[in-house]
């Protein structure tokens, strides 16, 4: 199955040279070859999936691991992230304060779902799961909080997609690895196009099969004060319980509800 693409690094025109600071830029590439390349990596993968050579890879990688921000695996086959980088997480989410302010009304909806029930936050071409409430039965990927999905092929993507101008929407749509997930992943600009109409017009945007088969999801989005998109509220299913008519019947006024509480 194909990965969200990891963000971009800023092009040399985005930056000012004289506070940029290229070591911090190459530690950090290091770093997220992991999220491309999710196995036990050798300072030679490293190096090759990073840009460094190879003397440069084993220095970072050194400095990281006496850090802890990367360890060596326990088996010997290689270099894997270190613990260190979960502190980095939960300082993220313990200080963002849409975070803080969804947790409860979220907890809220998963008890009266009894679903699934996820907050996105929206960077650039993807999506990023800040909160997961599991239901009965899930997929280890689909617990884990920072996860990331393309914009274009998710419900929540297309919910805070809805809320933008036609120009940004194309431009999202014409940077984005529009390659299919499954079978049924929507990746023609028409189609892709009638999906933000419908939308725009219910108020969420639903996604079936999209990303797992057999996975039904719906999302509201949230907007800021400014009525610009940051984040989503998602509410996932199987279709082995669900059929599509009234899953969107029962769970879009809960999410809409869920989203209009944490905007603004």
Known sequence: MSKAKQPSLPTRDDVDP?????AVEKAFRVLEVFGSLQRPLSLAEIAEASGLDKSGA???CYTLRCLGYLALDEHGRGHVPGLRLMDRSYDFLRMHPLVQRATTPLMD???TTQERV????LD???IVYAVRLQSKRETFAATLVGRRLPAFCSSGGRAMLAQLSDDAIEDVFRRSDRRPMTPRTVTDLPGLRARIAEARAL???LALEEWFLGEIVLAAAVTDAEGRPVAAVHIAASLSEWEEEPFRRRMAPLAME???????
Request: hydrophobic share 45%; aromatic share 8%; proline share 0%.
């Open 18 to 22: 004289r506070l940029y600071v290229q």
């Open 58 to 60: 084993q220095r970072m």
């Open 109 to 111: 909806l998963r008890r």
């Open 118 to 121: 996820d907050l996105s936050l």
């Open 124 to 126: 650039d071409l993807s």
């Open 203 to 205: 108020g969420y945007a």
């Open 258 to 264: 869920a989203a209009r509480a944490l905007s603004g």
